[in-house]
């Protein structure tokens, strides 16, 4: 699944291309996504203006006129293709299930072969959303920081890997950002939340920052379905550090250890058991 890197990129690459621009037609070949898309929606967005381009966590946000905001989830499998060519023109692939037209000349595909994703409209403060009403922190605003995660996490007596991993915690962070991160901090995964100490948790929330910036100037990570607007794979997967490298000798400097994998919660999780403590 795209984690917030991947969504920040994605969103990043639309703001060049259809902010300030009108909607003005759409075309959906399936409505039964994981959601069923509103009998309405066509109509809905229908001659809106595309006034800015948010995320919130993994959701990718469209803000139109009128005080309506497009909700986009990207799901398992999900992409968004943008293209310059004429509707007419575009050669539909399997799996395009939405097909929308910009005044610009631009034209917006969504395509998900496993159909997890989603599209929503929503009228009025996007804020009130339900889907969002117990989403965590954003990892990358200035509120998310040492004290803030200490405050959460000083009576918790899960580990580290499984609070970063709980949306209602901090929002958008996934399996390989959080491995990454607890890497670059050298703390280990299975690391109590209680057993943090605040300067501990100051080093991790700069490893997040550090980690979720660098991925997202390299375009994020493709490792199976992911891809940029225009099609790009990202570049992240050539600069990790730890994850999917099990076996592997340890790439910090002088540590004498090898990356070892463990199952947590049902999802592989890579550590340096010598330098990650």
């Known amino acids: 699944m795209p984690e917030l890197p991947e969504i920040e990129t994605v969103k990043l690459g639309l703001e060049k291309t259809i902010l300030d621009s009108v909607i003005m037609s759409t075309k959906i070949s399936r409505r039964d996504l994981r959601f069923p898309i509103d009998a309405r929606f066509e109509k809905l967005i229908l001659n809106k203006r595309v006034l800015a381009v948010g995320r919130r966590s993994k959701y990718i946000l469209l803000f139109l006129n009128n005080k309506m905001t497009l909700i ?116 280990i995964p299975t690391r109590i939340g209680e057993n943090m100490s605040i300067v501990d948790c100051k080093k991790l929330v700069r490893s997040i920052k550090k980690v979720l910036g660098k991925a997202i100037k390299f375009g994020g990570t493709t490792l199976k379905d992911y891809r940029q607007i225009g099609g790009e794979v990202g570049y992240f997967q050539n600069k990790l550090q730890v994850y999917g490298k099990e076996g592997e000798k340890c790439c910090r400097r002088k540590c004498q250890g090898t990356v070892k994998r463990a199952m947590m919660n049902g999802r592989s999780t890579f550590y340096c058991d010598f330098c990650q403590k």
Not at 82 to 96: G, T
């Open 72 to 187: 986009l989830h990207l799901g398992m499998s999900g992409k968004i293709h943008v293209s310059i060519k004429n509707e007419s023109d575009y050669q539909e692939k399997k799996h395009d299930h939405i097909i929308m037209t910009f005044d610009n000349g631009f034209i917006l595909i969504y395509n998900d072969p496993r159909r997890f994703g989603f599209v929503e409209v929503i009228e009025g403060d996007y804020n009130n959303y339900q889907r969002f009403k117990h989403i965590g922190i954003e990892p990358l605003s200035k509120k998310f920081d040492g004290k803030y995660l200490s405050n959460k996490i000083k009576k918790s007596s899960r580990t580290l890997k499984n609070i970063l991993m709980d949306q209602k915690m901090v929002a958008g962070l996934g399996n390989i950002y959080v491995c990454e991160a607890l890497w670059d901090s050298q703390i």
